[in-house]
Every structure is written in C-alpha cells, then in structure tokens.
C-alpha cells in the first residue's frame, strides 16, 4: 500500500508543472487526498484537497486560482496542476489520503499537529527559479 508522487522538476517564474499522486494496494474511492508541501525550514502546509465521496475540491489562499486538483478513479491518480509557479512555491509537495476526514479538516494548518493521516507519499521537489 502507497502513494507515489511524480512530476516534479525545476522550472522558471511563471511556468507550470502537473503532478501526480498514484496509489496502489487501495482505491481512492472514499478518500479525501490532500497536497502538502513544505519548503526549508518551514512547517508543512495543506495547500490543496480532493474528496472521492464528494468531488469537492478545496484549495488554501496561498494557490487558490494559480493551481488545481482533480483525481481520475480509472487511474487511481490525484493530479495537482500548478500554474503561474512563483519562487516561494520552490518546496517538496506531498500528497496524503485518509478516510475519517472531508476536505475541510484536511486543509487546516492544525490538522496535522492533531492527526496523522493514513497515507503518505515520499514527496517530489519543486523549484521555481527566477
């Protein structure tokens, strides 16, 4: 059982880049997946989520209209487009999945000081280079 994260890579101010969160050994259908992402030397935040049960989409201020995520259930695959990629988006993004929380839960910074989510993935770097 895991979740493994594609698509990261180095690109320049203003650019975009798709990333991937597959899972495999479970099914995403009553799941809500949530993208992460952490720079250096700071904390890890939601920045977006994507709930099966529901297809409701949340995203925090920080990317809401510059990234969005989707999920394909024929590929077992939640995808996170980021677009109009600026220099502090520059950190490793995660994506988590869990079953006892909507997205509303998911997205709050104190969700993870309070709970540990059932999947993770191992993350995959964004660099954005001015």
């Known amino acids: 059982v895991q979740l493994v994260e594609s698509g990261g890579g180095t690109v320049q101010v203003g650019g975009s880049l798709r990333l991937s969160c597959a899972a495999s050994g479970f099914t995403f259908d009553d799941y809500a997946v949530a993208w992460f992402r952490q720079a250096p030397g700071k904390e890890r935040e939601a920045i977006s989520c994507?709930?099966?049960?529901?297809?409701?989409?949340v995203y925090a201020d920080t990317v809401k209209g510059r990234f969005t995520t989707s999920g394909d259930s024929a590929k077992n695959t939640v995808f996170l487009q980021t677009d109009n990629l600026k220099p502090e988006d520059t950190a490793v993004y995660y994506c988590?999945?869990?079953?006892?929380?909507?997205?509303?839960?998911?997205?709050?910074?104190?969700?993870?000081?309070?709970?540990?989510?059932?999947?993770w993935g191992k993350g995959t770097p964004v660099t954005v280079s001015s």
């Open positions: 988590a999945a869990d079953t006892r929380f909507g997205c509303s839960t998911m997205i709050l910074p104190e969700t993870l000081q309070y709970y540990t989510l059932k999947f």
């Open positions: 994507f709930d099966h049960s529901n297809s409701r989409k």
